[in-house]
């Protein structure tokens, strides 16, 4: 068994309970709150900016001239594709920005920016790994359900979509190379982390308590 597989198969308990997560099982019964998916927006979009400084690190710490070239592939699409589309969808519906973001936000962002300062670049991947891996898995199965508002459906086929997917299985094929230099209870302590830290991040879009600058 390939170390990532070890990674999924001591996780899958926590894994599936982001995959059962109220945020998700909301969309694929179609009956997501409007103002719960535009909070999200405003978080996720903000924590696009967060990867870029992610990947940054990674891209320093690549071992490989490969993993480079394809970070900062990575890197590109994040800027000016992904930060774009948050920006031109924030904008066209109007969703107001808060000036402080709620805790499990600023954590989810903290935390994985501790992880790429001071972790190793295997520390890194894992960390993105656990989070594309997780929205991949689940919006591939939400593009399949009716979603009748036509943002949210743009969203989850963002995310269900070849170049997505093929970036969760390169950041998979990473660790496959490369954790062998660490260990496989170290990356499932990382990729438990961040699909913990993913949760309470979506819990967040439910709460109504930010202040709105």
């Known amino acids: 068994m390939q170390i990532s597989d070890q990674i999924l198969f001591a996780n899958k308990k926590v894994l599936q309970r982001m995959l059962k997560h109220r945020f998700v099982t909301d969309i694929q019964k179609d009956r997501l709150p409007l103002p719960v998916f535009h909070r999200y927006l405003v978080y996720e979009g903000a924590f696009v900016r967060t990867a870029i400084s992610i990947f940054s690190y990674a891209t320093a710490r690549a071992p490989d001239i490969a ?40 954590a989810f962002d903290n935390e994985m920016l501790d992880i790429s300062r001071d972790g190793s670049f295997i520390d890194i991947v894992t960390a993105m790994f656990a989070a594309e891996w997780m929205y991949w898995t689940w919006c591939s199965a939400a593009s399949k359900c009716q979603i009748t508002d036509p943002d949210l459906k743009a969203w989850i086929d963002l995310h269900a979509a070849s170049e997505f997917s093929a970036q969760a299985y390169w950041l998979k094929g990473r660790i496959d190379v490369y954790g062998k230099q660490s260990s496989a209870d170290h990356l499932s302590e990382i990729f438990d982390r961040v699909i913990h830290l993913e949760m309470a991040f979506h819990s967040a879009a439910y709460e109504t308590s930010t202040k709105k600058g």
């Open 67 to 106: 993993s480079q070239r394809a970070l900062i592939s990575i890197l590109d699409a994040l800027a000016n594709k992904q930060v774009p589309y948050f920006e031109k969808t924030i904008g066209k519906l109007s969703i107001p920005i808060p000036r402080k973001l709620p805790k499990a936000v600023t």
